[in-house]
């Protein structure tokens, strides 16, 4: 099942924080982990950067003066 909030995204970092944890891993299964982990790592800044775009995209567009001036296009797509 994909999971697309930013509620399990954090779920799934702990998750893997958990993983890292176990003091039963060891050599190449806890490097594999660790490469794991930095993957995950990368793709979640992403996704939080992008959150944070679209969070303050909203703010402008319920900050601004005129609420009939047009959002530019790239953050709106094709309305």
């Known amino acids: 099942m994909t999971k697309n909030t930013l509620g399990d995204l954090n779920n799934i970092l702990f998750e893997e924080l958990e993983r890292l944890n ?14 794991r982990a930095k993957a995950m790592t990368g793709v979640a800044t992403q ?3 992008t959150a ?6 909203a703010k402008f567009q319920d900050d601004k003066m005129d609420i009939d001036s047009p959002m530019p296009r ?6």
């Open 22 to 35: 176990d003091e039963n891993l060891t050599g190449d299964s806890l490097k594999q982990e660790m490469d």
């Open 47 to 49: 996704v939080v950067m």
């Open 52 to 57: 944070r775009t679209v969070l303050d995209a």
């Open 74 to 79: 790239m953050l709106v797509g094709d309305e």
